[in-house]
């Protein structure tokens, strides 16, 4: 199955050396990661993809969303991987077990032998859930998805002709947040569309629709992505300072 071919993979990559468990636990997981994106997000994003754009076409009307739960699934999981969103989750419970084994007279050096075991690492819970997640099992991630869909709407954006959205490894841009909630998403699929999550409250009741804008909007949300992102900033131009 997929845990003995991965354990297989990693095992020769120690080529007959025993790896400190947690380092085991971070190949592992990053094989699990890339086997999830590569046979089941990244094959099925272009498909998704190009019914977005072609769920637009040329009308203004209320935008339905194909596949939407996959587009969900594939933003969250995007995002947990590059900003660690669960560990905002997790960390503090791996933090009452230290406070636990410490109350009950394990040693600071006893504590950091079981970190390194993976019991009180972050990695193998991350890793877990894409592991689950790439066998079927999307408990944890649908907690994610189904809150998502229930708090926000889908824009979708295109640009004038003589402009285009600038990209960055990173997906999503927040560019909006009201008592720590991300109100308003950017989520560039190409240089001439942009995927808008508003939530339902800025919404006022409205379905997600699709939008022309402006060059300045365009700026506008370049500028946000330019400026919220440490990763590379991708443009199909070699004049990028003419899209911000």
Known sequence: GAVQMCLLRAGKLYSGRKPPALSLLFLLGKIIEEDYFANYLENNWSTTRNGLIRAAGNNMDDYYVPDKMFLLEFVIVQNLRLNNVMKKDIM??????????????????????????????????????????????????????????????????????????ITSTAPCVVSKEIAGFKAEIYFPISSLFCIRFLARNLAQNRDGKVFDISNEKVRQINNIIASKTDNIVVSQSEYISNFI
């Open 92 to 165: 503090p419970i791996l933090s009452i077990f230290a406070n636990c084994f410490g109350a009950m007279g394990f040693k600071e050096s006893e504590l950091e032998t079981i970190k390194e075991n993976g019991v009180l690492a972050f990695e193998p819970y991350f890793y877990g859930v894409l592991l689950d997640a790439a066998r079927g099992n999307r408990g944890v991630i649908s907690k994610y998805v189904n809150n998502m869909n229930q708090s926000y709407i889908v824009d979708f954006l295109r640009v004038p002709a003589d402009m285009q959205f």
